[in-house]
């Protein structure tokens, strides 16, 4: 019966440690293949529109900001025709 129960703790629980059996033969490690390193032929501009890296709110951003500085170089030409001068939120 103990040899039993020690034959089953073994299987369910095997030993990790410098107290495991040293009669057991050493478990043989897999190599590794080598990582294939890929070089790209040509080095072309990102498109950031294409691009997956770029999040959509950055480039919503992006638009936003030119559309904001687009609506005060309007606004200053505007004012300007009327002799007013218009400093803007340009900061």
Same mark, same amino acid.
């Given at each position: 019966m103990r040899d039993l129960i020690c034959w089953l703790i073994g299987l369910l629980?095997?030993?990790?440690g410098k107290?495991?059996?040293?009669? /057991?033969? *050493?478990v043989p490690v897999a190599p590794r293949p080598a990582p294939r390193v890929r070089v790209p032929k040509e080095a072309v501009p990102l498109d950031a529109e /294409?691009? *997956?890296m770029v999040r959509p709110y950055v480039i919503a951003w992006e638009r936003e900001r030119e559309r904001r500085r687009q609506r005060e170089r309007?606004? /200053?030409?505007?004012?300007?025709?009327a002799g007013i001068d218009y400093e803007g939120l340009s900061a």
């Open positions: 629980f095997p030993g990790r107290h495991r059996d040293e009669e /057991a033969p *050493p /294409a691009s *997956p309007r606004t /200053a030409l505007v004012l300007a025709t």
